[in-house]
C-alpha cells in the first residue's frame, strides 16, 4: 500500500463550483500534512498545511484533517480558470515528506 | 533571482555516461531533498541531508549518489546513467526548528533524458 493515496481521476469543474480533493494516508505517526500546487512543466508550489484535526481556511481554500480516518482533503471555493493544475497532497512522518500521484483539477470557463 | 536554482534544466545523456546535477540555494536552510518525479509515479524521495555532515537515503536511492558540498549546495550524481533514470528531478530545501512543520521550497526542476 503506497503511503498516501490520491484516487481520483481529473476533476472538472465549472468556474465558480467548489473543486473538492482527497486523500488518504497509511502512517498513523504522520504528524504534518501539505497540500501542494503543481502547474504543468513547473515546480510544486505549497498552498495549505494542516498539523491538527479539523478544518483550516486560508482564502478560498480550505483543508480537513480527520486523523482517526486518515485522511485528509482539500476544498477550492469559487473555482477560477487559474485553478487548473494537478494537486499533490503529502504527508510528513519518519523525517520524511511521502507525497501522493496527484490529482489534475480542471476549470471550465 | 531565484531562492533555489538547479543546474543544468534539461540535459540529454547516453546510457552508462555519469552525469551530475547541483542544487543551490540562497535561503539559508539546513535541510535539503532531491525528488524524482515520474508520470503516473508522483514525486519520491531519492536522498535527503539535514546539515553538511548528514546524508540519508530515500526510498529510491540505488543509482545515485549525493554530495553535500556547503550548507547551500546538494548535488545529485548519477554514477552510470541508464534509461530508467529518464525522469524530472527536483531539489528542495526546508529550514526551522520544527522539522515536521517545515514548508519544502522546490527548486525548477531537471528534465533528464537518458537515450
Known amino acids: 500500500q503506497k503511503e498516501v493515496e490520491q484516487n481520483s481521476g481529473p476533476l472538472s469543474v465549472p468556474e465558480g463550483a467548489i473543486a473538492s480533493l482527497n486523500c488518504t494516508y497509511s502512517d498513523r505517526g504522520s504528524q504534518s500534512f501539505f497540500w501542494y500546487r503543481q502547474y504543468s512543466g513547473k515546480s510544486p508550489e505549497l498552498i495549505m498545511s494542516?498539523?491538527?484535526?479539523g478544518d483550516k481556511e486560508d482564502g478560498r481554500f480550505t483543508a480537513q484533517l480527520n486523523k482517526a480516518s486518515q485522511y485528509v482533503s482539500l476544498l477550492i471555493r469559487d473555482s477560477q480558470p487559474s485553478d487548473s493544475a494537478t494537486y499533490l497532497c503529502a504527508a510528513y512522518g519518519n523525517n520524511r515528506l511521502a507525497f501522493g500521484k496527484g490529482n489534475q483539477v480542471v476549470v471550465i470557463p | 533571482d531565484a531562492d533555489v536554482t538547479q543546474t543544468p534544466r534539461n540535459r540529454i545523456t547516453k546510457t552508462g555516461k555519469r552525469i551530475m546535477l547541483e542544487c543551490s540555494q540562497t535561503k539559508g536552510h539546513d535541510r535539503m531533498y532531491w525528488y524524482r518525479q515520474d508520470p503516473g509515479l508522483g514525486l519520491r524521495l531519492i536522498y535527503y541531508s539535514f546539515d553538511v555532515k548528514d546524508i540519508n537515503k530515500g526510498e529510491i536511492s540505488d543509482g545515485y549518489s549525493v554530495s553535500r558540498q556547503a550548507q547551500a549546495k546538494f548535488s545529485l550524481s548519477l554514477e552510470s546513467a541508464i534509461p530508467n533514470q529518464t525522469a524530472l528531478y527536483f531539489c528542495?530545501?526546508?529550514?526551522?526548528?520544527?522539522?515536521?512543520?517545515?514548508?519544502?521550497?522546490f527548486g525548477p526542476g531537471t528534465r533528464l533524458l537518458v537515450l
Open positions: 494542516i498539523y491538527s484535526n
Open positions: 528542495a530545501t526546508s529550514g526551522g526548528s520544527r522539522s515536521y512543520q517545515e514548508t519544502q521550497y
